[in-house]
């Protein structure tokens, strides 16, 4: 069976928050990616240098496709004989996909009335992208009030928006990130099933917070790491229990063959439970170490 791993990166495969991670993850997902030749897909809020950043600094596996600013972005990845070494082609159609429902003098308009919505702080330039709007929230914010404002404003903006709400643990920091109605990382996972003919059965999805909700209580069957916080978690099995895709969310636990299930730990476990060829695999290269 072909087997395609879309992970979000912080704190899902980058051990980059505030639990303690196993050394061992990431070298043993690397080797699995080889033996097993699964298709990898990075699927993240990062654009796309800091995915470069964040591969060189963790030593990561090279994707076949990265998924970045929140879902609005899709690159191929690809080898060359360049000095580069690898490409990053974008996915001009999935540009066109959302292009058509995005205009840019009514985003001006949207972030002008934003400006008066005191609970939110326009995120710095370099964290803006095309089809992503991002805000920091006030920590004071009830967030189902501020999400109904927001949408109110972006209607009658005339924009169709999707609005996805997040939360940075490492900094306790609330997020909010306003895409095309038709982006998000689900939208951008589906687009490539689509666009490669991948089954629900052929793929696994591994997040961690607020922004892999869509895609964790989906049909698409998904693993919320050890580290998710207890509140994203709880939700997570109650949407998913009201959408009727229970049986497609797996927490990691941890105490998985001397493994905390926390960041890329959490992947492997989730990759054991859905594929049970793994097992033994992961049994068989921790006993070596």
């Known amino acids: 069976m072909n087997i395609t791993l879309c992970t979000d990166l912080d704190r899902t495969l980058l051990p980059n928050g505030l639990q303690e991670s196993d050394p061992q993850a990431i070298p043993l997902l690397k ?7 699964i298709t990898l897909i990075y699927v993240t809020g990062r654009d796309r240098k800091l995915v470069e950043q964040a591969m060189e600094e963790y030593d990561l596996p090279i994707p076949d496709h990265a998924i970045t ?20 082609k974008p996915d001009e159609n999935y540009t066109q996909y959302l292009q058509k429902d995005w205009d840019s003098s009514k985003l001006k308009h949207l972030v002008t009335q934003l400006a008066v919505v005191s609970e939110l702080q326009l ?13 920091y929230v006030d920590d004071q914010a009830d967030s189902s009030l501020l999400g109904q404002k927001v949408k ?6 005339g924009l169709a928006c999707n609005l996805i709400a997040s939360h940075d643990e490492t900094t306790d920091t609330g997020l ?44 698409i069957p998904s693993v919320l790491v050890n580290n998710t916080q207890p509140a994203v978690k709880q939700h997570a099995l109650q949407l998913a229990e009201q959408n009727h895709h229970a049986e ?14 926390c960041y890329c ?5 989730g990759l054991a439970y859905y594929y049970g060829e793994f097992e ?9 170490t």
Not at 31 to 37: F, G, H, N, S, Y
């Open 152 to 157: 109110k404003v972006s209607d009658a903006s």
């Open 69 to 88: 600013d929140v879902g609005t972005k899709i690159y191929h990845i690809s080898e060359n004989n360049t000095a580069d070494k690898y490409s990053w």
């Open 248 to 261: 497609q969310l797996y927490i990691a636990k941890g105490d998985f063959y001397g493994l905390n299930g």
């Open 31 to 37: 080797e699995l990616i080889r033996q097993k030749d």
């Open 176 to 219: 909010l990130d306003i895409l095309p109605a038709a982006a998000s990382k689900y939208h951008a996972i589906r687009f490539l099933m689509d666009k490669y003919g991948i089954a629900s059965r052929e793929i696994i999805f591994c997040g961690d917070s607020g922004n892999d909700m869509e895609v964790a209580v989906s049909e």
């Open 123 to 135: 995120q710095e330039p370099e964290k803006q992208s095309q089809f992503k709007l991002s805000y």
């Open 280 to 288: 033994k695999l992961i049994a068989e290269h921790i006993a070596k």
């Open 265 to 269: 730990s959490g992947v492997l476990e």
